[in-house]
């Protein structure tokens, strides 16, 4: 989520920077919950001030024997007045969380306006594209050779989007996960850890997978418990080990590396990329944070 401070302070700025992205800020919305949250915080405060100048004379009055049936009935409206505010408050507060969760991020100012990846802008380029001698094949047609590389007998077992890798296939996938593990950590000063693959809603929150690409996620309901979700990518779990924690610079930086299996739904991904293993709902991946 964006800083609150500038939604609430220089939408302006917002706005303009989404643009960019083509998306559209409705000004009317935000500005309307923001008034409705300034106003009833200033009454909740408002309340809370009287409840407590209230028990203050309520309390004066006791001591000196007073009669307190008015003071008594006067603070009970007070108290319900300011449960009224709060829940009127944290409603509105709820609702612009919501809508401030559904904003994007804002591009560099670097960033090339455009309609698409035609007007993107090349910075740099490494290597030189290699000529080769022989018609080239993509990696479905090569792993099917042998039958190492098997969609069918997956489909069969899982539906679309799986595959199956065997013999020299299944080994090269291990030993990659296993190379890159041992490069981070052995020279790139990583710390290699082992994460759940079932994460709460409020992990992917944190890292932005919720609420905006929930149908992208694989959820397990439990009945009295909460739900939990699969995994789109270790980045979850391993940003979220710190979620909620203020770190001191002397331990800084914090890097992590980790091998896990990603499950992504690719919900509006029909007809899209579907030869091979592109958009697969099961693939393994070495994350770094």
């Given at each position: 989520m964006l800083d609150p401070k500038l939604l609430r302070q220089d939408l302006d700025t917002v706005a303009a920077a989404l643009a960019k992205r083509h998306v559209t800020l409705d000004f009317d919305v935000w500005r309307s919950l923001e008034q409705k949250?300034?106003?009833?915080?200033?009454?909740?405060?408002?309340?809370?001030?009287?409840?407590?100048?209230?028990?203050?004379?309520?309390g004066q009055a006791k001591r000196a024997g007073e009669n307190t049936d008015a003071?008594?009935?006067?603070?009970?409206?007070?108290?319900?007045?300011?449960?009224?505010?709060?829940?009127?408050?944290?409603?509105?507060?709820?609702?612009?969380?919501?809508?401030?969760?559904?904003?994007?991020?804002?591009?560099?100012?670097?960033?090339?306006?455009?309609?698409?990846?035609?007007?993107?802008v090349e910075v740099r380029r490494w290597g030189k594209v290699p000529e080769l001698a022989f018609a080239a094949q993509d990696h479905v047609a090569l792993g099917e050779q042998h039958g190492w590389l098997d969609f069918e007998t997956a489909a069969k077992l899982s539906g679309a989007r799986f595959s199956i890798m065997r013999g020299p296939i299944a080994r090269l996938h291990r030993a990659l996960a296993q190379f890159m593990?041992?490069?981070?950590?052995?020279?790139?000063?990583?710390?290699?850890?082992?994460?759940?693959?079932?994460?709460?809603?409020?992990?992917?929150?944190?890292?932005?997978?919720?609420?905006?690409?929930?149908?992208?996620?694989?959820?397990i309901a439990r009945e009295g418990e909460a739900d939990l979700y699969l995994i789109p990518t270790a980045e979850v779990s391993l940003t979220n080990i710190v979620a909620g924690e203020i770190l001191d610079a002397k331990q800084l930086p914090l890097k992590f590396v980790a091998h896990t299996p990603c499950f992504r739904s690719e919900a509006g991904a029909s007809g899209r990329d579907t030869r091979g293993m592109i958009r697969q709902h099961q693939f393994d991946k070495v994350e770094m944070v």
């Amino acid at each position: 989520m964006l800083d609150p401070k500038l939604l609430r302070q220089d939408l302006d700025t917002v706005a303009a920077a989404l643009a960019k992205r083509h998306v559209t800020l409705d000004f009317d919305v935000w500005r309307s919950l923001e008034q409705k949250r300034r106003s009833l915080q200033m009454e909740a405060e408002r309340l809370q001030a009287e409840r407590n100048s209230g028990s203050k004379r309520f309390g004066q009055a006791k001591r000196a024997g007073e009669n307190t049936d008015a003071l008594a009935a006067e603070m009970a409206q007070v108290n319900a007045d300011l449960v009224a505010a709060e829940q009127a408050l944290a409603a509105v507060q709820s609702e612009w969380q919501a809508l401030a969760l559904s904003v994007p991020n804002l591009p560099h100012d670097t960033v090339p306006e455009g309609k698409g990846e035609d007007d993107n802008v090349e910075v740099r380029r490494w290597g030189k594209v290699p000529e080769l001698a022989f018609a080239a094949q993509d990696h479905v047609a090569l792993g099917e050779q042998h039958g190492w590389l098997d969609f069918e007998t997956a489909a069969k077992l899982s539906g679309a989007r799986f595959s199956i890798m065997r013999g020299p296939i299944a080994r090269l996938h291990r030993a990659l996960a296993q190379f890159m593990l041992n490069l981070h950590t052995s020279e790139h000063g990583y710390e290699e850890a082992y994460t759940p693959y079932l994460v709460q809603a409020s992990a992917l929150q944190g890292t932005g997978q919720l609420p905006k690409f929930e149908e992208d996620l694989f959820k397990i309901a439990r009945e009295g418990e909460a739900d939990l979700y699969l995994i789109p990518t270790a980045e979850v779990s391993l940003t979220n080990i710190v979620a909620g924690e203020i770190l001191d610079a002397k331990q800084l930086p914090l890097k992590f590396v980790a091998h896990t299996p990603c499950f992504r739904s690719e919900a509006g991904a029909s007809g899209r990329d579907t030869r091979g293993m592109i958009r697969q709902h099961q693939f393994d991946k070495v994350e770094m944070v």
